[in-house]
Every structure is written in structure tokens, then in C-alpha cells.
């Protein structure tokens, strides 16, 4: 391997992302922050590194696993690389904005970085978007978020975007004990006849729960037959409640129920979500309901690596070759007119072979815009 690609090579997971499609990403996140401000979502931007204890505290230890850590030269502390932006949102409400009337709206876009990537998103660095809605525990707040994480999706032009609803906290006010590992792996597998081994008076329940999964109208009317610990049937109280305010508010988007997913939602302790596309062989995005350090919240957030990949790919940029010596001021004109336009640096013989070389499809002849072809 020669010097000039051995530099290009990076470590696994990571990438370059090269024109158009990094100015494509950039316009992507701009269009979601503005659908996210426009429904009163304030932008925050926290640091991509911070105290270890202070990442990981709490709800932050389900990341662990997913962090980076270094030493902090100047403090001589332990620092972790964010691997969700979710938790630092949180802590920023908690802290620099705790007497922030509430509720809180509070959106970001960044980077983060993983240890190691999964068989679904082999990227250990992607980016994030996302929203949290901090201090209200109630169904609206749930509903609120639900369809404005995938109502961006549609802002977006996303065709056949779906919900699936999932409570990460039902099995074990169904199981009334410690989470069994086993047991746990056996739910997220749909594995009946494990559960029914493994689960012992309450099997029965949770074979009900398994086989309750599907369209959001047909799961809860399974549900509503379920004898429930009182806990348990609060959550689904709610979930119905919930499904029925996401309807009001975007009748046409599809909902699905997994009563008994829970990979990937370690923290959550209400609903959780998780955003598809027909567009998409991957999820979207995912979020649901957790505590800010013993503060009620729920929040969403879209992977973007995935989005984008649904998504068409950009179309090509109006870029003009403007000749050596063109006055400044038409460049400027024909820029508020929507054009791209790349400056010569040196007469050249062939404007239109120059032009071409440079990537732009049209050359400044005169005061117009003609093809380079």
C-alpha cells in the first residue's frame, strides 16, 4: 500500500463523506432544526466530550458499554466521547436550564461516537437529531413527541413512515421481580415456549403479551382482555390514551405495538418508539419516555446516517464557471439567483472545457448563463 493510501484509510466504522452528499447532510439537519423551531424546540449544543461521571451518571450507565474514555491532561479526570446526545440534553436542562419553566422544548443536531458499531449500524460515528420535551409526564407530551419525530420524517418527503410502540417497563411490573436474563432474551426473541418454561405463574401473561404485537388498534383490544398487575394496567391505559392522541394529530401515520421490546431501551422507563420507513431497510430513529435526573421527560432521536440513505440522492448543484475578471458584482447578482458560481483563477483557453473540468454544468457568457456542453 502505497503512502497516499495508506493515509486515507480509517479506522472500522468510520468514514469520509465527500461532495455533494456531506452538503446534502448539512441541508438535510438545517430543514429539521427549522420543523423542530418552528414548533417551539429551542436549540441547545453541548460538547462532544465530557466528565465521565457526569456522561455516565445515572440513566447514562446503559451507554457505557458504547463509550469512549480518555484522560483529561489538564484535570487529570476521566473523559467519555458522547455516544448519545439524548443524556447531555437532559443534563443541560437539569442544570444550566433547571429553573427554565416547564415544560422545556429543547432540540440538537451533532456527531457521536461509538465503541464498536452493530450488525444493523456497522457506523461507529453518525450523526444525531433530535428533540426532548422535559418536565411533563403525561400522555400529550408522549403523543407530542411521537408525531413530531416522525412528522420531520415526512417535512423530509419520507413516503410510508411508521410507529412502533413498545413498554419497555410492562414485563416487569408483569413479573413483580429482578429481570431474569434468560427470560429477558427470551421475550425480545418471541420465544413462547421459553417463556413459558422460564416464566413460571406469569407465562401465560406473557405469551398473551407476545402474541398482542401488531397494529395499534388490534394490540390494545388484546391488551384490554389481559388481567394486569395495577401497575401494568396504568401503562396500558396509557398507551392507549397515547395512540389515541397521535391519531388525532396525524390520522394517517401507521401504528404498531410491541408490548414486550425492549432492545435498545435500557433507560426508558414509559413508552418507547421506534420510527421505519418503507423507504428505509433500517430504523430511523427511536425515543421514548425517561427521567432527567428525576425529572419526568421524553425525547426522540433520528439517526441520520440512515435517513439520508433513504432518502433520494441530492440533486445536482446549479454550479457556474465565471471567467478570470468578471466584476465582482454580477458573481454576487447571480448568486442571490440561486447559482453556485466557482471562480476562474487564470484565463484559460476553453472556458467551457474548464468549466467542465471543474464540475460545473454552465459557463458565464456575457451576462448569461449558458450550458458548458
Request: proline content about 6%; hydrophobic content about 45%; some cysteine.
Amino acid at each position: 500500500m502505497n503512502e497516499t493510501a495508506n493515509r486515507a484509510l480509517l479506522p472500522v466504522g468510520l468514514r469520509d463523506i465527500l461532495p455533494p452528499f456531506a452538503e446534502h447532510e448539512a441541508k438535510v439537519v438545517g430543514r429539521l432544526a427549522k420543523f423542530f423551531t418552528a414548533h417551539g424546540y429551542e436549540r441547545v449544543k453541548p460538547p462532544l466530550i465530557e466528565f465521565e461521571e457526569s456522561l455516565l451518571s445515572a440513566s447514562g450507565a446503559a451507554m457505557a458499554p458504547h463509550t469512549f474514555r480518555l484522560m483529561d491532561p489538564m484535570s487529570q479526570r476521566m473523559l467519555a466521547v458522547r455516544a448519545d446526545m439524548t443524556l447531555q440534553v437532559a443534563r443541560i436542562a437539569t442544570t444550566r436550564l433547571g429553573n427554565a419553566p416547564r415544560p422545556l422544548r429543547l432540540s440538537y443536531a451533532g456527531q457521536v461516537l461509538r465503541v464498536r458499531g452493530s450488525q444493523l449500524r456497522p457506523e461507529r460515528q453518525f450523526g444525531q437529531a433530535g428533540i426532548e420535551l422535559i418536565g411533563a409526564d403525561n400522555a400529550a407530551a408522549d403523543a407530542e413527541v411521537i408525531a413530531l419525530s416522525a412528522g420531520a420524517l415526512v417535512d423530509q418527503g419520507m413516503k410510508g413512515v411508521s410507529v412502533d410502540l413498545s413498554l419497555p417497563a410492562l414485563v416487569p411490573l408483569v413479573i413483580g421481580k429482578e429481570n431474569n436474563v434468560k427470560l429477558r432474551e427470551a421475550l425480545d426473541d418471541k420465544d413462547a415456549a421459553t417463556v413459558r418454561q422460564l416464566a413460571g405463574a406469569t407465562g401465560d401473561v406473557l405469551v398473551a403479551l407476545i402474541e398482542a404485537a401488531g397494529p395499534a388498534e388490534r394490540a390494545l383490544e388484546k391488551l384490554a382482555k389481559l388481567d394486569l398487575p395495577a401497575g401494568a394496567a396504568a401503562q396500558r391505559a396509557h398507551l392507549a390514551e397515547v395512540v389515541r392522541l397521535v391519531h388525532e394529530a396525524v390520522p394517517d401515520l401507521a401504528l404498531t405495538v410491541d408490548p414486550v421490546e425492549n432492545r435498545g431501551f435500557e433507560y426508558h422507563t414509559g413508552i418507547a418508539f421506534t420510527l421505519f420507513s418503507k423507504q428505509a431497510s433500517g430504523e430511523l430513529g427511536r425515543g421514548g419516555r425517561y427521567f432527567a435526573d428525576g425529572e419526568p421527560a421524553t425525547g426522540a432521536t433520528l439517526f441520520m446516517d440512515t435517513v439520508l440513505d433513504a432518502m433520494p440522492a441530492p440533486e445536482p448543484a446549479k454550479r457556474l464557471y465565471v471567467p478570470v475578471g468578471t466584476a465582482a458584482a454580477k458573481a454576487q447578482k447571480l448568486r442571490t439567483e440561486g447559482w453556485i458560481t466557482v471562480a476562474g483563477l487564470a484565463a484559460v483557453k476553453d472556458v467551457k472545457a474548464e468549466a467542465k473540468r471543474l464540475g460545473c454544468g454552465f459557463v458565464l457568457s456575457g451576462d448569461q448563463p449558458v450550458s458548458a456542453e
